[in-house]
């Protein structure tokens, strides 16, 4: 095994699925002669050339647009938008053609591109450089939604965006870019197969008191709740959701008829969130298995502020997760710190 960026998982990642197929390439502001504003792409117009590596103008809707039309002819584009918050400029693009051409021309053709692009706070951009939108795009049938946390998730849950036929957006928080974990030794491989599963969750961490839940930066925080927690003698099992669009609600739901309990931590606001779905989902699935009821943890409602110490307070921590995990043993009797 050996031990790598998240950013270095993504960009050896796209050089090995370059390299296996010629019919991929990548396009986006900035990411070849200045090799992408957060260096996914390095080294990649040297490698490749402009043909398949191409800087395009500051205009989301054009190249997302030609991005679409490049997939229904064959090609299979990786579309970098520099921000999440940015493609609400290709609206139109993702969520009217993408999304729907293969349905509405009945299957005649498909639209296997990737949309790669990072969201987040935390990094005191403001609040138009902070969002997590995907909870939009997670609303939008025809549209796969993955979210990986660790760089061995990256890796192969980028493969299998890169080869299957449906559009994809690619979620990749800022503050894991630099985060590191373990990745197999021949993860950069063009003939690596370890393809992830899309709409599949994972159970990270066993565990039996507490379910919690969360997907991107927050199955990390999640990890870091349950370690930490763990030395109370609290006992947290940790599932990540990965997959936003399909959701895997089975695994969640399975879990927390073993735990009875439920949080959930999310990186966007609260109401209308993916934690509300999530819950709803809970209730559907696991009502009779509850001992209390699900608990949600989220940013505050609030455009991000940049002043440091408010960007903080807005964005949930391991310290709010905790509490809420240890409010919810509490009201049914178990035994906390």
Known sequence: MSVITYRQALRDTLRAEMLRDENVLVMGEEIGVFEGSYKITEGLLKEF?????????????GFVGAAVGAAMLGLRPVVEIMTINFSLLAVDQIVNHAAKIYGMFG?????PMVIRTPGGGGQQLGATHSQN???????????KVMAPSTPAEASSMLRAAVRDD??????????????????????????????ATIGRAAVTREGSDVTLIGYSRMAVTAHQVAEQLA???????????RSLRPLDRQ??????????????????????????EIAASIQEGAFDYLDAPVRRVAMAEVPMPYAKPLESAALPSVESISTAIKETLSAVGKRVG
């Open 49 to 61: 050339g402009p043909k398949r590596v191409r800087d395009t103008p500051i205009a989301e809707e």
């Open 107 to 111: 299957g005649q053709t498909s639209v």
């Open 166 to 195: 449906d559009p994809v957006l690619f979620l990749e928080n800022l503050g894991l870019y630099n985060t590191k974990g373990e990745v197999a030794d021949d993860y950069a491989e063009p003939e690596n197969d370890d393809i």
């Open 231 to 241: 030395e109370e003698d609290i006992s947290v099992e940790v599932v990540d959701l």
């Open 133 to 143: 939108i995907e909870l939009f795009y997670s609303f939008i049938p025809g549209l």
């Open 251 to 276: 695994t969640f739901v399975d879990s927390v008829k073993k735990t009875n309990c439920a949080v959930i931590c999310e990186d966007d606001w609260l109401t209308y969130g993916i934690g509300a």
